[in-house]
Nanobody
Framework: QVQLVESGGGLVQPGGSLRLSCVAS????????VVWFRQAPGKERVGVSC????????YHVDSVRGRFTASRDSAKNTVYLQMNNLEPEDTAVYYC??????????????????????WGQGTQVTVSS
């Protein structure tokens, strides 16, 4: 079965950390740029981090730069999002999405959901004291 599955979300206090995982099955995630999106209640889904398909270059939007890091483990067919120093504003459902042969700027050049080949089901991240 071809799919992406996210995990690793949960409840964390402000200043805490979480690591999200995006595991691919049925295809090689190495061939795809992976963008992490998030959707807060009542807001649009927005991209926050991206890792390229070619050389694992990354791009993070201003609101998370320096706190979030995307990485890839090819052996596990998995992309991660390490989130540090979490803030209440980071509370959202986080999704990973894969776009074939994309670079690290896919997050900027492909904002629309239909431009991605695969989507995960989402994982909830709640930052609260």
């Amino acid at each position: 079965q071809v799919q992406l599955v996210e995990s690793g979300g949960g409840l964390v206090q402000p200043g805490g950390s979480l690591r999200l995982s995006c595991v691919a099955s049925g295809f090689s995630l190495d061939d795809y740029a992976v963008v992490w999106f998030r959707q807060a209640p009542g807001k649009e889904r927005v991209g926050v981090s991206c890792i390229s398909s070619s050389d694992d270059s990354t791009y993070h939007v201003d609101s998370v730069r320096g706190r979030f890091t995307a990485s890839r483990d090819s052996a596990k067919n998995t992309v991660y999002l390490q989130m540090n120093n979490l803030e209440p504003e980071d509370t959202a459902v986080y999704y990973c999405a894969a776009r074939y042969a994309g670079d690290e700027y896919t997050i900027l050049t492909a904002p629309a959901e239909h431009l991605y080949d695969y989507w995960g089901q989402g994982t909830q991240v709640t930052v609260s004291s």
